[in-house]
């Protein structure tokens, strides 16, 4: 009977989290086609409709974060929070990988339920409401200024437009130090991987290689092991040499 308890709130998370994952799927591949039909005359004229489609990869690792979310956060408030914002990212991811772009429509959705959660934050705990919002322009500025920076220096696009948008909705939930955190975690991840794609030859010098799922990562790691956290284990592991 304690075991069937302990279970039985993961199995109610699981049955949540499964025609969520397929829509949330679903709308990824939606954006994806979108994109391809603006530059296909011939599919606009013929009106090709868009089908949702199901990815059982994408729905075990929502379940797995999903999961591993309640185990951490509990039923909080936090918790509902980061599961909103976890289909946001795997959006994201998607549709960067497949054409590298974020759609306008979930950074859309994302920043307005952002805004809310940090006015609710700030009727409950003003000073953790603040923080939200200072993450979510925190999030947004340093990433446009590295945009202006490369556009004026080596005049071209260092950072896309859904990026940028990107990182102010997740400040607005993760807040200043989670969201500085998320910042050197996305250049650190973007700069390991981009070295091994180089070696192993799957990408060459001038190749584009899409920075949103390095952001995403970054985002997950930022939930588990806040900056507060991370920190402190940075500093014993200095300490310990």
């Known amino acids: 009977m304690n075991v069937l308890l302990t279970i039985l709130p993961y199995l109610i998370i699981a049955m949540i989290t499964t025609p969520i994952s397929s829509v949330v799927y679903g709308l990824s591949q939606k954006f994806i ?27 075990i690792v929502d379940l797995i974060i999903e999961g591993l979310l309640f ?24 549709t960067d990988i497949h054409s590298c772009i974020i759609p306008n429509e979930t950074n859309f959705v994302g920043f307005i339920v952002g805004i809310v959660y940090a006015f609710f934050s700030l009727l409950f705990d003003f000073k953790r409401g603040c923080d939200f919002i200072v993450g979510g322009i925190t999030g947004f500025l340093i990433f446009f200024f590295i945009y202006l920076f490369s556009l004026l220096i080596f005049k071209k696009e260092g950072m896309g437009g859904g990026d940028i948008k990107l990182m102010g909705v997740i400040g607005l939930f993760m807040g200043f130090y989670n969201t500085i955190e998320v910042f050197v975690l996305s250049f650190f991840i973007g700069a390991i991987i981009s070295i091994i794609l180089l070696i192993a030859k799957r990408k060459n010098g001038t190749d584009y290689i899409p920075f949103g799922p390095f952001i995403v990562i970054a985002t997950y790691i930022a939930m588990f092991v806040p900056a507060t956290v991370l920190s402190g284990l940075i500093s014993k592991l200095l300490y310990s040499f």
């Open 71 to 94: 185990y951490f956060k509990g039923l909080s408030v936090e918790f509902f929070a980061y599961s909103f914002l976890s289909q946001i990212l795997i959006i994201s991811a998607i």
């Open 33 to 59: 086609k979108e994109e391809e039909l603006l530059n296909d005359e011939y599919a606009k004229e013929k009106k090709v409709k868009l089908k949702y489609q199901y990815n059982v990869w994408v729905l």
